[in-house]
Each structure stands twice: as C-alpha cells, then as structure tokens.
C-alpha cells in the first residue's frame, strides 16, 4: 500500500504479509517512510489488527545508531457492540443517522438504500437495491449525454493543474466553498426534517424515470 503526500512528495509503503500455514505472519505490516527524494527515512513494523511502531533508518533502511522503535500512540480499538461487519467506531459513526447534520444532503452515503439494507442485515435487498441504482446511473448518464452536458461537481471546481502520480498523470480539482456556505445556510434553518426521510440522489438529473 503506498500513500503520497502530494504536496511534499513524501510518501509511505507498507507491505502487508501474506498469512503463512498456522498462522505464521498473520497481520503483520512492514514498511518505510520515503522523503521526495526516495530515501528512506522511517521503518515501521507491527499488525494492523494491533498497532505499529516506527524507527528512523539510514539511507539503506537499517535503524539509526541512537535510535529505538517506539510505538505510534494510536493502537486500535476493540470492536463496537453488536457490529456485523467489523467496523470501526469511526466508520459506524459517519454512517449513522445520529451524526447526520440538518438538511443533509440527498448524495450523502447514510441515506444509500443498499448500504442501510445491509446494515439492517438484509443482504437480499441490499443486493436488489445496489442493481437498482447502478441502473439508476447508467440512465443518469444517458441522459446527461442526450442532452449534451458534461458532468461538473458541485463542490469542486477543475484546476488548470496536473500532478503526476503513480497511476498516470491526474487533473486537480479544488474545493470552491460552496458546501460551506450550504452548510451555514443550513444551520441557520429551521428544517427540521427527518433525515431518513430524504431520498437518496446523488445525480445531477433529478428524474431518472424517464
């Protein structure tokens, strides 16, 4: 796994081990932390089930006269109550209706139908609605393409930038302030409509029916 800093152009690969016969190297993550430059400047050791910890290394990747391997502070936490999926407390937090803000947008992943069903453990019906939606798309961009239009984000506005990556060289896109101003708007309201409620619609053409 390999996570870029695209700004410094620093970057971390980690090599997950495969998990050998009777458990040998099983959730073992090793790795190092590269300046710009392709050095190396951080190993890290340790399970992603666990914790890791990190050691700064020479230019060969050994560990620094001096130096001891020390356990980054944050280890992972124990499972929430009566999860199905082996979620985190964070990913069951931005999932739930509870953290969901006033006028929540019709795009946002809480109110996805086939997420809630599998939430919910109807794995029958969360898989009828995803097929669902993916028709809901592919007719989406049928008619952006019958009427000519391109697909333009909302909250992103396209730079005139590329930045090369290790996957080909990608346009830069910005955030242009529009959510925010939604979200103060929003706050300020007194809608107070039942985010449940609110269909879910994450295209641009709010009609896929026809």
Not at 1 to 26: A, E
Not at 82 to 91: E, S
Not at 132 to 158: H, L, N, V, Y
Not at 175 to 196: C, I, Q, V
């Amino acid at each position: 796994m390999i996570m870029t800093n695209m700004t410094t152009g620093d970057k971390v690969v980690l090599y997950f081990q495969p998990c050998g016969w009777f458990g040998s190297g099983r959730y073992e993550v090793d790795g190092y932390v590269y300046n710009a430059n392709e050095e190396p400047k951080i190993l890290m050791t340790g399970k992603w089930n666990e914790s890791m910890s990190y050691q700064q290394c020479d230019g060969e990747g050994e560990p620094l006269p001096g130096t001891e391997l020390k356990e980054v502070g944050l280890k992972l936490a124990d499972a929430p109550k009566d999860d199905k999926y082996q979620y985190t407390h964070f990913a069951h937090k931005i999932n739930s209706f509870d953290t969901a803000p006033k006028k929540l947008l019709p795009s946002d992943s809480r109110l996805r139908p086939d997420r809630y069903a599998l939430e919910m453990g109807d794995m029958s019906k969360s898989g009828n609605e995803k097929s669902s939606m993916e028709e809901r798309q592919r007719a989406e961009k049928r008619t952006r393409e019958e009427k000519g239009r391109s697909f333009t984000p909302k909250w992103f506005d396209i730079t005139e930038e590329v930045t090369p990556t290790p996957w080909g060289d990608l346009e830069v896109y910005q955030f242009n302030g529009k959510y925010l101003e939604h979200r103060e708007a929003a706050d300020k309201s007194e809608d107070n409509t039942d985010p449940k409620s609110i269909p879910f619609n994450p295209w641009q053409f709010q009609d896929m029916s026809t």
